[in-house]
């Protein structure tokens, strides 16, 4: 298993085990970092002089520490005449002394890892250092950037160019950058990238990994990242006061190697083990090992001297793309100068006038034999041109930089022996791997590609775990078929086992936990995990799950099958076993599966928005699909526990809505009759549930809210008969139900039989017009359907009228006021002892009622199940008034018939009343007009309620501080609660109290001392039985208590309903449209009979239930399954429907006026830059013409003054004309003839291993010999090979080396 297999097993481990209950808390901070103190220690070295031999000076040793820097025991007696210093002999490891964080003071406050390592340092350790220790993510790509170490110039547009495409190829590939890490040269350069994207990106793009793999004794500062036990952070300060030739880190880089050889002031130190460690990095495998593939590199060049030819060099010989940027300057610039020219015309001449321009006064240090071994070098460059690219900015095709880092990576891998599906698939996984979807395009899914369904599954898998969506879509678009790709069960269990780590995935988990703990199977994960039986995640478990999110009235999306997958989660050896790997089955439950719908719920699940628009418009019963995702995030988002991930899962969910409310219309503007059928269909899909379920269970209002769902509830609502009838005329009709037979009311079946009339009669008056017969073109959705359209009979309209909702709603409401009066009589009139007829009746008449409660709250034909509808019916207001008028009722009628308690009874029935009258503000619901008022009416209420507490404050106040004042210890209860609460709230509505002014006050009112129950208790009188109240304070208390209850909190609350009247108001009308279903619903289950007499459909309800054990089912008005062949016509109308629709949101998107503006802009920039380009194309040929023009004018003048001289000569002798050619003159080393060159511009089939630099299975170094002077009959004089006698041969050369004259003669095994 791969990489990422094995991490997405153990995310799924962790799921497992976080859904167990456990008794470990989590690490802190300071624990970490001591466990990672401790491992550093263990497996990370310095190295150290352990013998201190001085130097020129005497207190420097020759390692070039001080004297003060080595330990006592490295410091030996002045009489010491012992062996001298020797590197290998007298440095030594010991654990390292400097790791941590390190910080960057400044701007930014810039915080990276660092840590100082041994040059022997097994680079598994460092790999391991860099994934587990820091936490990064394993590299799809690295970009190892070399260069000039000095400060160069680079020009304005080719650094923006450089910073741009680094970066961008870093961060979309997910690459890491490894660097020298110093603030100087090309590591300098790719730092401010690294800052500036820093600056400009936000928080949630991914960090741009750049490691800094630099030498420990030469960086400056460096005493402040020592430590033992690690510094955490250390604070390095980029202060160069006495840098002298150290080096400052890069304070823009993130992780930094610091190499250690034991020696100071030596540069180079870190070449070798940073060329082990990148060799290390691309020995691994990148995503699966079953793909093949290992973590591609590249080297990218700019500027350089010979030290980065060399780098260069032994880069393309272990198979490393290079990129070269020509305009860096220096090495770079002669490569690409060189770059596409045939080997034979690489001269040893042409490179010493390319080191001379683009070197200047460092040219002069070069000697010939150094110029010849980099000809030679320069010239294997070029004979490797599947390896070499040259960035240059002017030309075209790459004036993207990160395009030309990419496509030197896929033109590296492309030879001649892998041109076949194969090499395709590995340049596919390359690209998905670094997320360039545009390289695919343009690069791999060509007309020289042919790809296969079966071809693309693995890149097609790898894309949908990757989360990459436009992968998925290029795929889908290019011939992936998702019926094929999904053919097999054991691909859809294997991308639910790779889900991220998401919600549903630590729901699926739990569910994984407590199916095996409920089986009593034993877990065991990590070292145990081998003896036990490990955990499973099957399809079944996904199917549970689901369900849960959907809701239980929906059925299994994946049938629980015999055959499972099991796979194996343990720590150590993260593997998949399947038990079987059984494709899907062909029986009636499977057969249904869709291989969209499936990709769908995958992507929803995980809240995936781009993977799930792609799959959803693969998918088939969009419409039902989309509800059903509304419904799935929505559940989530309430399930969940994180605020900022609910509100993405609820944004979500209101995008699928609006698809669905999209396509609905599409479909309902072109033909309604086919749209109602889709809300009404079960969905064979979605768990064989319906659209406008999925719906009302999500709360998507705006959905319900639509017309065409509002036509089909209101079909409903008036059931056979036509929804163009007065309601005058129906009421009408309740009474003279005969109305009926005169057509007085029109039924629906009327209504189709005169529309197939009026259809025959255009078809009859075509056919007559034209001569031709019409009937057999034209399309019938139901055929037959004619024929058998018979208007109703007698008995049938009777039925009709009375079944009908809306008659039921008005039977009903007669029935309402006809109990409400009957109950008033009783109270008021005919309230005896021993009950009358009026009141026995009025029983029964309850009775009748409780009977329809329980028979709403049993009735069940969705199959939501009793805990679900009882929840249900909690939940709604109006049934919550009836349970309590019922229990009033009931608790009254136990008084009533109790003689002492009768009077009791009586009052609670009459509060009772007062229920029953509210519960009748529920027949308002159906009105268009009252039903809104009604909802406004209820978030008054609950704005009221939160406002009479804050009334309360201030009623209380007044009234206690009002009756301390006043009156003198008052020990009535009733009183003190009038005095308290009741005579101040009356105060707020104008009933100003007499006690509180004299002028005012009454003795007779009152009570002096008390003592009559009737009177309140008088103030405090002296003895003229004057009160003694300070007047003053009372009437000021009373002023400010109305002024802040009467008028200020008051006109609050008038400001509360305002507020809350306008905010509802907008969205009373969808409110009220969505709860209409519920009503609707009601009474299209209700007997046709009113109560009481419902009484009598409820007993046959009974007895049909208990003796044929009946159960209740749905009209086909609200769930309907359809014929397989009407089922697949509707859903392929349906996905019509959903591409207009799509189209119109494309066109609708690209007509926004930000589109738009994005696309001038975009337009505006890609001028710019072409206009830059060719500016600085035309300069660079007026550059090149001025040169050859000069170069020109130099022979002219020398032809001109041969011709002078001739001419002064009196012997007019014949001279030889100076040679006029243009390229510059040949230097003194160049011996070559035209000829010879000529000659040798075919490569030779023979002795190709002799050019090579190093002996075939050696290191040892050969003489170079440039393309030029291989052949024998050229001479070459500088040809001095070292001379290797016998005895050398063993660890060097393969092989025995005679030296004859100047030919080295080799007789090697090749």
Request: proline residues 4%.
């Amino acid at each position: 298993m791969g990489e990422s297999e094995a991490e997405s097993s153990l995310v799924h481990t962790l799921a497992i085990h976080s859904a167990r209950p456990s008794k470990h808390l989590s690490f802190s901070p300071s624990f970490q970092r001591c466990a990672f103190s401790s491992w550093v220690r263990e497996n990370i070295c310095k190295k150290e002089c352990c013998f201190f031999d001085k130097d020129v000076r005497e207190d420097v040793c020759k390692c070039g520490h001080l004297k003060t820097d080595h330990a006592a025991e490295a410091i030996k007696p002045e009489d010491y005449t012992g062996k001298s210093w020797d590197k290998h002999r007298h440095v030594r490891e010991v654990p390292t002394d400097a790791f941590g964080d390190i910080h960057f003071g400044g701007l930014g406050q810039r915080t990276g890892k660092y840590a100082r390592v041994s040059t022997d340092t097994d680079p598994e350790v460092l790999y391991n250092l860099l994934t587990e220790q820091w936490k990064l993510s394993p590299p799809n790509l690295l970009i190892s950037v070399t260069g000039g170490a000095k400060n160069f110039y680079l020009k304005a547009r080719l650094k923006n160019m450089f910073h741009r495409g680094l970066i961008k190829v870093a961060q979309t590939t997910g690459a890491w950058i490894i660097t020298g890490g110093t603030h100087v040269g090309v590591m300098k350069h790719v730092g401010h990238a690294v800052r500036d994207y820093a600056l400009s990106s936000s928080s949630m793009q991914g960090q741009v990994v750049a490691i800094g793999v630099a030498t420990w004794g030469v960086i400056h500062n460096r005493d402040t990242l020592m430590s033992p036990e690690g510094c955490f952070p250390a604070h390095y300060s980029m202060d160069n006061t006495n840098q002298g030739r150290l080096s400052l880190l890069d304070n823009n880089h993130t992780h930094f190697l610091l190499v250690d050889d034991g020696t100071q002031g030596l540069y180079g130190v870190e070449i070798e083990l940073r060329g082990r460690l990148e060799r290390c990095i691309t020995r691994k495998h990148l995503g699966n090992k079953e793909s093949g593939l290992t973590i591609p590199a590249v080297c990218v060049v700019l500027d350089g001297g010979p030290g980065t030819l060399n780098t260069m060099y032994n880069a393309m010989l272990n198979g490393t793309p290079c990129v070269v940027l020509d305009g860096s300057g220096r090495i770079a610039d002669v490569v690409a100068q060189v770059a596409g020219m045939p080997v034979t015309r690489v001269t040893i001449s042409l490179i010493h006038q390319l080191m001379k321009k683009f070197f200047g006064q460092e040219y002069e240090t070069f000697d010939d034999l150094k110029i010849l071994k980099w000809t030679k070098m320069i010239q294997d460059i070029i004979r490797m041109s599947h390896l070499l690219t040259v960035f240059r900015v002017s030309e075209d095709n790459h004036s993207d930089m990160d395009v030309a880092i990419l496509q030197a990576l896929l033109k590296a891998s492309r030879t001649s022996e892998s041109l076949g599906v194969e090499y395709w698939k590995r340049q596919l996984e390359l690209a998905i791997a670094w997320n360039r979807v545009d390289i695919a395009k343009t690069e791999i899914f060509t007309e020289e590609s042919q790809w296969k369904s079966s071809d693309l599954h693995r890149a097609m898998f790898s894309a949908l775990v990757g989360n990459k969506p436009q992968f998925v879509s290029l795929l889908v678009e290019n011939g992936v078929s998702l019926r094929d790709f999904l053919q097999d069960e054991q691909t859809l269990c294997e991308l639910y086992r790779q889900l991220p780590s998401c919600f549903f995935l630590h729901k699926l988990a739990k569910r994984v936990h407590g199916s095996n703990r409920s089986r009593k199977q034993k877990f065991s994960i990590g070292a145990q995990g081998h003896s036990g039986r490990a955990e499973m995640i099957t399809m079944s478990h996904v199917s549970d799950e689901v369900r849960h999110l959907l809701g239980s009235f929906t059925q299994h999306l994946y049938p629980h099958s015999p055959v499972t997958q099991q796979f194996n989660m343990t720590t150590d050896n993260v593997s998949v076993s399947v038990s079987s790997q059984a494709p899907l089955k062909a029986h009636d439950a499977e057969a249904q599966r869709d291989p969209g719908t499936d990709l769908f719920l995958w992507a929803v699940v995980q809240s995936s928005r781009e993977l799930a628009e792609i799959a959803w418009e693969q998918c088939r019963d969009c419409t039902c699909g989309a509800l059903a995702a509304s419904k799935i995030l929505k559940k989530m988002a309430d399930e969940g526990s994180d605020v900022d991930e609910a509100a993405e899962m609820k944004e979500l969910a209101a995008h699928y809505e609006k698809h669905a409310i999209g396509v609905f219309t599409e479909c309902h503007n072109s033909d309604e009759e086919r749209a109602e059928k889709l809300l009404v269909r079960v969905s064979p899909f979605w768990g064989r549930t319906t659209c406008l379920r999925f719906a009302l269970e999500a709360d998507d209002e705006n959905f319900v809210a639509h017309s065409g769902v509002q036509a089909l509830l209101t079909r409903t609502w008036c059931g056979q008969l036509s929804v163009d009838n007065p309601v005058w005329r129906v009421m009408i009709c309740i009474v003279f139900f005969p109305l009926i037979y005169t057509g007085f009311l029109v039924f629906r079946r009327d209504e189709a039989i005169q529309r197939e009339t009026e259809k025959s009669e255009k078809i009859k008056t075509v056919e007559t017009a034209t001569g031709s017969s019409l009937r057999t073109n034209q399309r019938s959705p139901n055929p037959g359907r004619q024929q058998h359209l018979k208007p109703l009979g007698r008995w049938s309209r009777l039925v009709c009228l009375y079944s009908s909702p809306q008659v039921k709603f008005y039977l009903n409401i007669v029935s309402y006021f006809a109990f409400l009066l009957l109950f008033a009589v009783v109270l008021m009139i005919d309230f005896q002892p021993t009950p009358s007829p009026g009141e026995m009746l009025l029983y029964i008449w309850l009775l009748s009622l409780v009977f329809e409660e329980v028979r709403q709250l049993f009735h069940d034909p969705d199959g939501f199940g009793f805990h679900k509808k009882v929840k249900m019916y909690i939940n709604e207001l109006w049934n919550i008034l009836d349970v309590l008028s019922i229990t009033l009722f009931i608790i009254g009628l136990v008084f009533r018939l109790t003689s002492e308690l009768f009077y009791a009874g009586k009052i609670v029935l009459c509060i009772d009343f007062v229920v029953f009258c509210l519960r009748l503000m529920a027949i308002f619901t159906i009105s268009r007009t009252l039903g809104p008022k009604i909802i406004i009416v209820k978030r008054m209420m609950m704005d009221m309620f939160f406002f009479m507490f804050l009334l309360s404050i201030w009623v209380v106040a007044y009234g206690v501080a009002k009756q301390g004042i006043l009156i003198e210890n008052e020990s009535r209860l009733d009183w003190i609660v009038r005095g308290v609460v009741y005579q101040p709230y009356l105060v707020i509505f104008g009933t100003f109290p007499t006690d509180i002014d004299k002028t005012t006050f009454d003795i007779t009112s009152c009570s002096i001392n008390g003592t009559d129950p009737l009177k309140p208790k008088c103030p405090m009188l002296d003895e003229n039985q004057t009160p003694v109240f300070p007047e003053w304070l009372t009437i000021i208390m009373i002023c400010v208590y109305l002024l802040f209850a009467n008028i200020l909190l008051l006109n609050l609350l008038i400001a509360i309903f305002n507020f809350t009247f306008q905010e509802v108001q907008d969205n009373t009308d969808r409110i009220w449209k969505f709860q209409r279903y519920e009503l609707i619903k009601e009474y299209y289950s209700r007997p046709a009979l009113p109560p009481p007499f419902c009484i009598l459909s409820h007993l046959y309800l009974f007895v049909r239930k208990m003796t044929l054990c009946g159960t209740s089912t749905m009209s086909r008005e609200f769930k309907n399954k359809l014929p397989q062949t009407e089922e697949e016509e509707l859903l392929s109308w349906e996905a019509l429907m959903k591409d207009k629709y799509l189209l119109s949101s494309q066109m609708e998107q690209s007509q926004n006026m930000e589109r738009h503006i994005l696309d001038t802009a975009q337009k505006v920039t890609t001028i710019s830059d072409r206009l830059e380009r060719e500016d600085e194309a035309l300069s660079a040929a007026m550059v090149k013409r001025l040169a050859r023009l000069e170069e020109q004018v130099v022979q002219s003048t020398k032809a001109l003054q041969w011709i002078m001289d001739s001419l002064k000569s009196k012997g007019l002798a014949t001279k030889e004309a100076p040679s006029m050619i243009f390229p510059a003159a040949p230097t003194k080393t160049e011996e070559t003839s035209d000829t010879l060159k000529t000659t040798s511009e075919k490569e030779d089939g023979f002795h190709v291993n002799a050019r090579q630099l190093q002996y075939p299975g050696s290191k040892l170094t050969r003489f170079p010999v440039p393309e030029e002077k291989v052949s024998w009959e050229v001479k070459f004089s500088s040809y001095m090979p070292t001379y290797y006698s016998s005895e050398d041969n063993g660890d060097h050369a393969d092989g025995f080396v005679f030296i004859i004259g100047n030919f080295c003669i080799m007789f090697c095994r090749y």
